[in-house]
């Protein structure tokens, strides 16, 4: 059975969305917590002031994706469709989010809370943490090549066990490398 297809349309305060594909549309003050989105297509979509938390995210397919001032609290990532993922996020709040093992190299966030977020085993390569706040955040064997953190606050990030190959910093970020090690820098 094939899903229905939806193409450049606006849906505008909606809690309900019907199984299908939908490229070029565009999602405004929605609210979809909860929602079960297995199976789901979103293609050059955007989500705007949409609350998307605890949403089912199983084989969903996310392919150039944007999301602006989202509530997307507990979101597992990882479930979904790998085939061309990609996401961009804007003054969204992630918290309590995983990555587990993605592959979201050139993810941009911009102006966003990512605290205890799950980045494990993840592709982050080439990815912009633009005044994000990462307390907490958890990085273990990811791919941080060419990443920017310049920005980004309240991170710890172990160089030991993370690739940081040409990844940016700034100085006062600096401090959220040295931590295992031990080094106080006041």
Known sequence: MEK??????????????????????????CQFESADFKNFQFVDCRFEDCN????????????????????????????????????????????????????GKGTSFESCNLHEVDFTEANFSEAHFEECDLAGALFDRTNLEKADFRNAFNFRISPTINRLKKAKFSQDGLAGLLTDFGIVIS
């Open 52 to 103: 998307l938390s605890l949403i089912k995210l199983s084989a969903a397919s996310f392919q150039k994706v944007y999301f602006q001032s989202c509530k997307m609290q507990g979101l597992r990532f990882e479930a979904c469709n790998p085939f061309l993922f990609e996401v961009h996020f804007k003054n969204c709040v992630l918290n309590l989010s995983s990555f587990y093992q993605v592959n």
């Open 4 to 29: 229905p297809y939806h193409t450049d349309q606006v849906f505008d305060k909606i809690n309900t969305l019907a199984l299908g594909e939908y490229e070029g549309c565009t999602f405004r003050n």
